[in-house]
């Protein structure tokens, strides 16, 4: 398990983004309760999981993000939206499986999950156009 750590943060890394994980990071100082569960995640989540390869890292974001609407945690959405967009998913696929989602997670999910894509769309644009 000690080399998925380190696995594990590489891949946290590219995927979400170094501002990203140094936030979650930057939570758990002087706070070992939280820091144990960052560690979990990332050493299971990122390494173990996200690192066994056979699905790529956009089949592995495409699904994250479907089961984020799926399971309505509208925070992950925005955070998994981005990943999925780091790793190569256009705005066209992303709006297909949010349509997707809608199918098999609600209507209602979908709503929500094309609200928060608008929005992080929208920041993004503008952060390009500076």
């Known amino acids: 398990m000690d080399d998925l750590f380190p696995a594990g943060m ?3 890394r590219q995927v979400l983004g170094d501002p990203h994980v140094d936030r979650a990071w930057a939570k758990t100082e002087g706070d070992d309760f939280q820091k144990s569960l960052q560690e979990v995640i990332t050493t299971v989540g990122w ?5 066994r390869g056979v699905l790529d ?3 592995r974001s495409m699904l994250t993000l479907a089961l984020m609407v799926a399971l309505n945690r509208p925070h992950e959405v925005a955070i998994h939206l ?8 256009t705005r066209e696929e992303i709006q297909e499986l949010l349509i997707h989602c ?3 997670c609600g209507w209602p999910a979908a709503v929500d999950a ?6 992080v769309f929208k ?3 503008e952060a390009a156009s500076k």
């Open 82 to 89: 981005k990943g999925t967009i780091r790793n190569g998913c």
């Open 47 to 51: 390494g173990a999981v996200w690192g």
């Open 114 to 119: 094309f609200e928060i894509a608008r929005t």
């Open 102 to 104: 809608g199918c098999y």
């Open 10 to 12: 590489k891949i946290r």
């Open 123 to 125: 920041e993004m644009d």
């Open 57 to 59: 890292f956009k089949q």
